[in-house]
């Protein structure tokens, strides 16, 4: 048995939901996103008896607790690193997916099954996003939900080309948190918004991916960044949020393409093939006091690595 487990999880983009508002009663949802290799969740679980006082990890040990009937009270688990709360990069997701594979691993509890672990982490209830950015990497769609219940499936993985430089960056504010989001989606759309949105990730997106059309993709993401903002305008004051509508002009003036919002941001990102111009975005960027990064898309998924 390891003495230590640690988990290193990507962060995800979210390109935004096909059906938000259930305007189609069939199939609620259905999202699109992206993982991405940085900022990374990382958390190491070990055996000791200085149990952590951090209430995210202690309600995460005690849902597992009461799920596989164990006692974790010799367990120690540490955050190493996070993603930022709140930003639009999934990181409440990835905090609570890592710690509990970080101790079952711990624990030789073996857990194939990341759908049921989110599901007893309270994950999921609108996008499998995140979870399958986890598992999986790469470009990740889930089928949404025909039932409130259910967990959203996956629906479709594909290898990202990680010769597309994502520039991501942000600026000040925070998107609203898991309660605030749930009221946001007592508004509606016209149904024709969930038709088009439907039409660039079926019919531009994903093929651009599958055939490596770097241009088709930045079209038909632009494309279904505005679609989905149009969504959500009143929700968000915008076709953008107000914290991240400057920073996509800039992105677009610094000649990145397929630039968008992730989730309710502040994050945004925009694609180039250049690795020197994504370096020159980012010092742009930064002299004009955003936070900012170059990445490349994570096509592993969260890695276990045993000590």
């Known amino acids: 048995m390891s003495k230590r487990v640690i988990v290193s999880s990507p962060s995800r983009l979210h390109f935004g939901i096909i059906n938000p508002f259930r305007v189609m009663k069939d199939r609620a949802y259905m999202c699109i996103g992206l993982a991405i290799e940085h900022p990374r969740t990382v958390i190491e679980a070990s055996f000791a008896e200085n149990m952590s006082q951090d209430p995210e990890i202690i309600e995460v040990l005690r849902r597992l607790e009461n799920v596989f009937d164990i006692d974790l009270s010799n367990i120690s688990v540490r955050i190493l690193s ?15 997916l890592s710690i509990a594979r970080a101790v079952l691993s711990l624990l030789n509890i073996d857990v194939q099954n990341m759908e049921y672990l989110s599901q007893i982490l309270g994950r999921g209830e609108i996008s ?16 949404g939900k025909r039932k409130v219940e259910e967990f959203p499936k996956l629906y479709m993985r594909l290898e990202f080309p990680r010769i597309w430089y994502i520039v991501v960056a942000r600026g000040e504010g925070r998107g609203p948190d898991e309660r605030r989001e749930h009221s946001l989606f007592a508004y509606s759309c016209p149904i024709e918004l969930v038709y088009e949105a439907s039409f660039q990730v079926f019919s531009i997106i994903v093929p651009a991916i599958v055939e490596r059309d770097f241009e088709l993709f930045c079209r038909g993401l632009e494309r279904l960044q505005l679609i989905v903002g149009k969504m959500f305008e009143k929700a968000q004051g915008g076709i953008f949020s107000g914290s991240s509508e400057e920073l996509v002009s800039l992105l677009k003036k610094l000649g990145l393409k397929g630039v968008g919002q992730s989730s309710w941001g502040p994050t945004v990102y925009g694609f180039t093939l250049s690795r020197d111009h994504a370096s020159k975005c980012v010092e742009e960027l930064r002299k004009c006091g955003f936070w900012a990064h170059m990445v490349r898309a994570d096509n592993s998924g969260a890695r276990v690595i045993y000590l």
Not at 132 to 143: K, R, S
């Open 82 to 96: 996070r993603a930022p709360k709140h930003v639009g990069l999934g990181s409440t997701t990835q905090l609570k």
């Open 128 to 143: 499998g996003v995140g979870t399958y950015a986890h598992a999986y990497g790469g470009l990740v769609i889930d089928m």
